[in-house]
């Protein structure tokens, strides 16, 4: 499957795991039409590592970590 990874062009710092925030913003911009039920953390951890600009560490992740992107993910597409 064919995978659409859109840069933005103003994102001038590089993603790293302490970016939960942003990372779930690109995601869910790579991933707009994604069931988040659908979604597992190992897809989350992989979605990561391929978008453009991350660059840290794949050792550093963690369910927590990976957990925490899922939550603002969701946040962003089921606000309160």
């Not at 994102?11 to 039409?33: F, R």
């Not at 990561?48 to 970590?65: R, S, V, Y």
Request: glycine share 2%; aromatic share 12%; hydrophobic share 45%.
């Amino acid at each position: 499957m064919d995978e659409l990874f859109l840069e933005d062009p103003f994102m001038a710092e590089p993603l790293t795991w302490e970016d939960s925030y942003a990372i779930a913003l690109a995601l869910q911009k790579n991933h707009p039409q994604v069931d988040l039920e659908q979604v597992s953390l190992t897809m989350i951890y992989r979605w990561t590592l391929a978008l453009p600009g991350f660059e840290d560490d794949p050792q550093l992740a963690n369910d927590a970590i990976l957990a925490a992107i899922y939550q603002e993910w969701f946040e962003e597409e089921n606000p309160v």
